[in-house]
């Protein structure tokens, strides 16, 4: 389809100017992610003729470009997540196949904005695929294109497994969310499997007057086409969108699941395209809601803050602006819900509550004296044992390797102030927190899966200027 725009050398940073009489701009790809612990994505495009190009030709070029990282995250995944699993158990596959044909024909069907950002979304990724698979498609690094979905879905699979008994993935979708007035901060807790990651930054400047925020950026991993990671910028209205996952206990939940609804990861990225406000983003966010990667998502534009909480059967808004804000002078989300209808139908724990849970309790301890964007990223990244917070259980940012040799915790850290998302400024790390411990190193895990990957995980803070796509080396772990 798009030959012309074929390169078929992998080196370790990509540049290309476009102008092909349907798209215009410019791609940059940086393949940093052993010396910084990130590899770096920017899509600058603008449509000459139909607003579909735009996103064929982004994800013709990411599928090509990034098609090594692809590979490596999929095995990380397969090995990290699924059980070494390369297959869905076939009423999952029937799930999702159906699932998707419904996706393709309500957005064939109807020109809305939501449905447009839908069809979008499918050809970005369908694209994609093509262009790994145009190098990859005759080895025996080929995906099909089930396998491949599985790197946008992973989130939504994460309900979908349990449903039919199979992959209790423990402690997967832990993560924290704070915003003080002016700063927002999240890190991420998963496997260290998933710590293959990737920068993106998407700015398409469209014909669709509907896209009100033709600029995001997210923290993911290749493949990916939302952040799984649990952070977007969206520098237009600017906006900041973060989340933090819920646990299930109520099996009968599942029952919700329902294949004619848009999954998780596709409506994250139509509300943060087509809202303006926060209350909008979780107005748009709840529409034809799929029940999968249920969250507590948390949305600011510094001025209002919104949480919006997804369980299943329930879907929960709260404008916390005059209420919590107002009241304790932060909000953070710790993966335990605020409502009690929420939380009583997952059937959480009577041991926890939303005030009362460890991370909470550290959150009240800590944040009081804090006031600049390094002593907010010190926070998200905190892990220091005492006699009632050990390194894994409980941590702000979980060490599980440390005691029990379990490879799973804290992995990154993103900060962003009110001054910075005017400026186009983001801050990031990533690796385990190595703040009053060891780094963590691969070498101690010989037989654990972890394609593409450096053995030591010691890297600094970085400041990425979005306007000349560089970084700026800034401390080691605070």
């Known amino acids: 389809m798009m030959n012309s725009l074929i390169f078929l050398l992998v080196s370790i940073s990509f540049s290309l100017e476009i102008d092909n009489g349907k798209v215009k701009g410019s791609i940059i790809y940086n393949r940093t992610a052993n010396t910084t612990g990130w590899n770096f994505l920017q899509i600058n495009l603008e449509s000459v003729e139909n607003d579909e190009d735009v996103f064929a030709t982004a994800g013709r070029y990411e599928g090509e470009e990034s098609r090594e990282e692809i590979y490596n995250a999929y095995l990380n995944y397969i090995y990290g997540i699924q059980g070494g699993r390369h297959f869905l158990p076939k009423s999952l596959q029937t799930y999702v196949h159906n699932q998707y044909n419904w996706l393709k024909e309500q957005s064939q069907s109807q020109n809305t904005p939501y449905w447009r950002m ?284 440390l005691g029990n040799g379990y490879t799973f915790g804290g992995i990154d850290g993103k900060v962003i102030s009110q001054d910075m998302i005017k400026n186009k400024k983001v801050h990031l790390i990533s690796s385990p927190s190595y703040q009053n411990h060891d780094p963590f190193n691969w070498k101690a895990y010989p037989n654990i899966p972890h394609y593409g990957m450096t053995d030591e995980w010691r890297f600094p803070w970085y400041e990425l200027d979005e306007t000349t796509f560089t970084i700026k080396e800034l401390y080691l772990d605070y």
Not at 150 to 168: A, E
Not at 212 to 228: I, Q
Not at 302 to 324: C, P, W
Not at 336 to 353: A, G, M, N
């Open 118 to 401: 839908v069809k979008y979304l499918l050809i970005q990724l369908e694209n994609m695929y093509e262009g790994y698979n145009y190098h990859y498609g005759k080895t025996e690094k080929a995906l099909s294109f089930d396998q491949f979905y599985y790197l946008s879905n992973m989130g939504d699979l994460q309900d979908l497994w349990p449903s039919v008994g199979q992959v209790q993935t423990q402690g997967i979708g832990n993560c924290n969310s704070f915003y003080k007035p002016g700063i927002v901060a999240h890190s991420t807790f998963n496997v260290y499997q998933t710590m293959l990651r990737i920068y993106k930054s998407y700015n398409f400047k469209l014909k669709d007057k509907d896209v009100v925020n033709p600029h995001l950026s997210f923290t993911a991993r290749p493949g990916d086409l939302e952040s799984k990671d649990d952070f977007f910028v969206l520098w237009d209205t600017q906006m900041v969108v973060t989340e933090t996952s819920f646990n299930n206990y109520n099996k009968e939940n599942y029952a919700y699941f329902h294949y004619d609804s848009v999954p998780c990861w596709m409506r994250a990225n139509i509300a943060s395209r087509l809202a303006k406000t926060p209350s909008e983003w979780m107005d748009i966010f709840g529409q034809h809601r799929s029940g999968t990667h249920n969250n507590q998502w948390v949305v600011t534009d510094y001025n209002k803050i919104f949480m919006g909480e997804e369980a299943f059967f329930h879907y929960k808004v709260h404008d916390l602006t005059n209420t919590l804000l107002a009241s304790q002078g932060y909000v953070a989300s710790y993966n335990v819900p605020l409502d009690q209808e929420i939380f009583d139908s997952l059937k959480y724990p009577k041991t926890t509550s939303y005030n009362d849970d460890v991370r909470a309790r550290q959150f009240r301890m800590y944040q009081g004296n804090l006031k600049t964007v390094k002593e907010v990223g010190k926070l998200v990244r905190y892990n220091k044992v005492t006699a009632e917070f050990d390194a894994c259980d409980g941590a702000l940012s979980p060490r599980c390797d």
